[in-house]
């Protein structure tokens, strides 16, 4: 029998392009999100797609009850610099949608259940290359209730056996809209420079903080949910690929996009989410247990994300505006 998956949140930056490998790896894929589906240039016709709002835990099992799914990828969240707008909400949906969602796992007897943690699970203090096991202490909302899904996750394995993953994602980069995350100011650099031939980044040229080019981070979580338990030996795992300063990702611009000008204008608020985040992960047990290892490094995701964002715009002028 096919494999089926469901994806909370997938109409966002990770859940499109996560659809698509699920589906080339031969899966059953369902698509859950509040907001409405794609249009068919962002969704194949043949995904199935449901309503769901996952603060809402009736709703989530009933939909769970439906679909039958024997994976599931939880992305639905408020991501970091919306969050910080919206903190109530992103308790919300984060932490009381990431509770019902394990709660339906736990009921319908889910196989799997993969969740996308993040680099601002980490507060300040830390040192300079950041190992899985250290001081929790975020100073986000968004942050807080990521901490609190790891910990859930981890409590639902060991009290009830729901097979919970986890990687925490660095700042990811794709030829797509981002969905209001601190990290944003690096694909702006790529969509602004090509679209404007300039961008003033909201960060310091010395920021430096993890990255990484979405088919990876998409690899990594379709990897980690393919691996064998037996290999895990914890629940949430770093995953890393380049931590570029921002002042090196502007290099790297220039070097596809002739007489680019980008600036840096520190936004106060924004910087110090930044500044609180570890500037290196050490992902060793990820490429320990279940092979983790990233395809690309800086050179090579600017080489291939610059003619994607041309093609974009091409097609879509309009497709990289933005107001942050
Ligand atoms: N993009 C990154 O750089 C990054 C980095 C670290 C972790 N992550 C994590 O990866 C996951 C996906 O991120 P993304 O970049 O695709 O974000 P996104 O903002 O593009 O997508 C999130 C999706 O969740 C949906 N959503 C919001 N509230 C909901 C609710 N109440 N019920 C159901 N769906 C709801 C949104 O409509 C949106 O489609 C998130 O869990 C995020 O925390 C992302």
């Not at 009921?107 to 950041?130: D, H, M, N, Q, Y």
């Not at 794709?174 to 601190?182: D, F, I, R």
């Not at 921002?246 to 840096?264: C, D, K, L, P, R």
């Amino acid at each position: 029998m096919t494999t089926r998956c469901l994806v909370t949140g997938a109409g966002g930056q990770v859940g499109l392009d996560l659809i698509r490998v699920l589906q080339a790896r031969g899966y059953d894929v369902h698509g859950s999100d509040i907001a409405p589906r794609p249009d068919a240039a962002q969704l194949d016709a043949s995904v199935p797609w449901h309503a769901l709002d996952v603060t809402d835990a009736d709703s989530v099992e009933a939909l769970f009850t439906k679909v039958r799914p024997h994976r599931v990828f939880h992305l639905a969240a408020i991501l970091s610099a919306r969050g910080e707008e919206v903190p109530q909400r992103t308790y919300d949906v984060n932490q009381n949608g990431t509770v019902n969602v394990l709660e339906a796992c736990r009921k319908l007897e889910v196989e799997r259940v993969i969740f996308t943690s993040t680099i601002a699970v980490f507060g300040p203090g830390l040192p300079a290359t950041v190992v899985d096991d250290v001081p929790l202490q975020p100073t986000t909302m968004y942050g807080v209730t990521k901490v609190a899904g790891e910990l859930l996750g981890d409590y639902y394995w060991r009290r009830f056996g729901v097979d919970f993953r986890a990687v925490r994602f660095p700042g990811l980069i794709s030829a797509s809209l981002p969905g209001g995350g601190t990290s944003d100011y690096a694909l702006f650099m790529y969509t602004d420079g090509v679209r404007l031939g300039h961008y003033e980044a909201f960060c310091r040229p010395d920021t430096r903080i993890p990255l990484m080019y979405m088919p990876d981070g998409i690899r990594a979580l379709v990897d980690l949910s393919e691996a064998s338990r037996g290999a895990l030996r914890r629940c949430t795992y770093n995953i890393a690929a380049f931590s570029p300063t921002a002042e090196e990702i502007a290099q790297s611009v220039a070097t596809a996009i002739a007489g680019v000008n980008i600036t840096f204008a520190s936004d106060p608020r924004r910087q110090a989410i930044l500044d609180s985040w570890p500037r290196v992960l050490d992902d060793s047990n990820a490429r320990n247990d279940w092979g983790w290892a990233p395809d690309y490094d800086l050179g090579a995701m600017t080489e291939d994300l610059v003619p994607k964002i041309r093609a974009l715009i091409e097609q879509n002028p309009g497709l990289f505006d933005h107001d942050h």
